[in-house]
């Protein structure tokens, strides 16, 4: 973390650094490739793919050859070459995991690690078809805000479903009219905050691990360009691209550095540039789909009280159910009539567990 700090400033990199500063940069370089060569053996002990495993290897030996590149500019520079790279908690942590679960699950973690190739892990393409073939496939930007609907939708659910059943579980326990009232608006604002920390948090690391990534990646193709070269044209070929069209189509790329950086965070590091939003944009989606939701169940007793809203309330939080389940159809492609009475059935299941629960508890306090 600390070399990426250090590349993040643009002045940087101008011609006044001290020598002390290229010299602690060029360890830096040295610690972090050589960390790098001996994750890629391990990978490749734990990989059960051969033809991924091999990659593992291959990366192995790349990330060795950087190191030498930063060991030769430390010696340069009359600095003695660190004898040994731990790789550091986080590290042995993640790879003790990976032996009992696999690789694929802890994509996100290794991607932080600055391991290479993870997106070989992506859907597999056709035999004899790799996904890429030709240059302008690369780095080609799909936007679509089909994910973002998806995510509003589950939003409101789950607004929905919470709040109608604490609704009735404090109706189970007898509550006062305007304890029910007080209760459904705590639920709303307590829901609605904690679902949009959750996404900032969520969004504000993606970005985080995406931002540090990219610096890296700018760095070292500056740094050694023909080296990354040649981890793409690694990735590529074991995607399924022949070795000398691997190379070639790697060489392309890696010639414009715009295109390149987009290129080796989606094909290196796994990363998609194109779903990490706002922070604060994804927290207020978040909030507002979880209390529209949720003030659904608690309009009734806004406007009115007694077992008349209650009833009202929960009419109302069953027809939305089904509404929202009806609408999850255009994404699964069932039935609008099975989804809708599938988001009823367990939102009826739901609030009939908390009612009864409510009401033991209301029983035995009382």
């Known amino acids: 973390m600390q070399r990426a700090a250090m590349h993040a400033d643009p002045m940087s990199d101008t011609p006044n650094r001290s020598p002390d500063h290229d010299a602690e940069s060029a360890r830096e370089g040295y610690l972090e490739e050589a960390r790098s060569s001996r994750l890629y053996v391990e990978l490749s002990a734990i990989e059960t793919d051969a033809r991924i495993a091999r990659m593992y290897g291959d990366l192995s030996k790349v990330a060795a050859q950087q190191a030498g590149l930063w ?42 690690l600055k391991v290479r190739g993870l997106s070989v892990y992506s859907a597999a393409p056709s035999p004899g078809h790799p996904s890429v073939t030709r240059v302008d496939q690369i780095g080609r930007r799909h936007r679509t805000g089909g994910g973002n609907l998806r995510a509003a939708v ?46 900032y948090v969520s969004v504000r690391s993606q970005r985080e691990v995406f931002e540090y990534q990219i610096g890296l990646e700018r760095e070292e193709l500056d740094e050694y360009p023909q080296a990354e070269a040649d981890e793409l044209a690694l990735i590529y070929e074991t995607k399924g691209m022949e070795r000398d069209d691997a190379q070639r189509l790697a060489q392309t790329l890696i010639a414009d550095p715009e295109r390149a950086l987009d290129t080796l965070a989606r094909e290196e590091l796994g990363l998609n540039p194109d779903e990490l939003g706002s922070p604060w944009g994804a927290a207020t989606s978040s909030f507002l789909a979880f209390a529209a939701g949720a003030i659904v169940p608690l309009l009734p007793f806004l406007i009115g009280e007694g077992q008349r809203a209650f009833f009202v309330s929960m009419a109302l939080a069953a ?33 009939a567990a908390t009612y009864g629960i409510g009401s033991l508890i209301g029983v035995s306090v009382a």
């Open 154 to 199: 589950f939003g409101v659910n789950d607004g929905l479903v919470s709040n109608a059943s604490l609704i009735m579980g404090m109706a189970g326990a007898a509550a006062e009219p305007r304890t029910l009232l007080l209760t459904g608006v705590a639920g709303l604002l307590a829901g609605a905050f904690s679902m949009a920390a959750g996404e």
């Open 71 to 112: 060991a030769d500019k430390l010696r340069a520079a009359g600095q003695p070459v660190p004898g040994h790279a731990p790789l550091g908690f986080r590290a042995r942590a993640a790879l003790a995991l990976a032996r009992r679960i696999g690789i694929r699950p802890m994509r996100s973690v290794f991607s932080a």
């Open 319 to 351: 027809a939305s159910l089904f509404g929202v389940g009806a609408t999850l159809s255009f994404f699964t492609g069932r039935s609008a009539l099975a989804s809708g009475l599938r988001m009823l059935a367990i939102g009826a299941t739901a609030g």
